[in-house]
């Protein structure tokens, strides 16, 4: 059995560096696990976060580890989190090297994973030229002939919105486009077209998108393609703890449900970042880890120095 913690972050990528950050300056004993699986990590750079737009992301995870260093209640430890459960009034958490760590309080930033299409082609370019969110992307694609590989509602909103950095946007639907009258008529006021044409590849030279091919062997020349993706859990640890998914979502199948303070549905558990669905952004991720730890600390006082109030006005109950 190793060292007791006050808090134990499962995630080192922004929302787990964050939390982390806030939990070492409010001096409680933390340690931070981080098997180094951030799903940004192919992106050419964070768009859209103040103070370090356009950097790597391996490279903002560097600086905050380095920043947590200073901090001598905050360890931050390489490694998965394999299992976990509670014991009594704590948790104990079992890593991939068979080390249990005791800890009072669980903080999930374990993130989620993309699941794009098997597309040939694809898993090169995404992150850079092929990407899911617009707002992360879209700047470096500006003007450009770009592409929206989606179907349905959620098809509509993404063509939609990427028309906001390109007059030149075509919905690739991969098939019939299954959309009503309504909103092919927003798509064709928006100077979108809507291509029916089964994909069957995409076309790379020098390590960007060249084309779309197409089943029939045809082309269509794209330089940026936004491919609608649903988040995925990653980890088993959030139902191993005994939380609640929330409800499916456009972004996410199956996110960890928390309340306005970040407290999943299990006493003790928190989660921020992606995997309680929130917007899947790094600027979100950090403000998610920031507050999320912010509560945690709080509930730790409401333990270490307990009071009789009205159980509806406390401010994060354990």
Known sequence: ????????????????????????RARRR?????SGAQSNLA????????????RPPAQLY??????????PSVEVRTGEVVSGERIGGRFELRTGDGRIERTRRVLLATGMEYR?????????????????????????????????LARGERAVHSALLLRMWSDDVVLLTDG?????EGQRRRLDAADV?????????????????????FADGSRLARTGLLVASTLHQRSSLAEQLGTTQGDPTPIAQDPVYVDAFYRTSAPGVFAAGDLSAQMPQVAAAVAGGSA???????????DDFPVDVPEGSRHVNA
């Open 116 to 148: 794009p299409p098997a597309l040939p082609g694809l898993a090169e370019l995404w992150g850079r030229s092929v990407f899911h969110c617009p707002f992360c992307h879209g700047w470096e694609v500006r003007d450009q002939p770009l592409g929206v």
């Open 43 to 54: 992106a050419h750079g964070i768009g859209g976060l103040l103070g370090h737009d356009g």
């Open 292 to 302: 999320a730890a912010a509560a945690v600390v709080q509930s730790l006082v409401e």
């Open 30 to 34: 933390t340690l931070v696990i981080d």
């Open 176 to 180: 019939p486009a299954d959309l009503d």
């Open 193 to 213: 077209s809507i291509d029916e044409r089964a994909v069957a590849e995409l076309a790379v030279r020098d390590g960007d998108l060249e084309a779309v091919v």
């Open 62 to 71: 560097a600086l905050g580890r380095e920043e947590l260093s200073a901090y």
């Open 1 to 24: 059995m190793d060292t007791d913690w006050d808090c134990v972050v499962v995630g080192g990528g922004a929302a787990g560096l964050s939390a982390g950050l806030v939990l070492g």
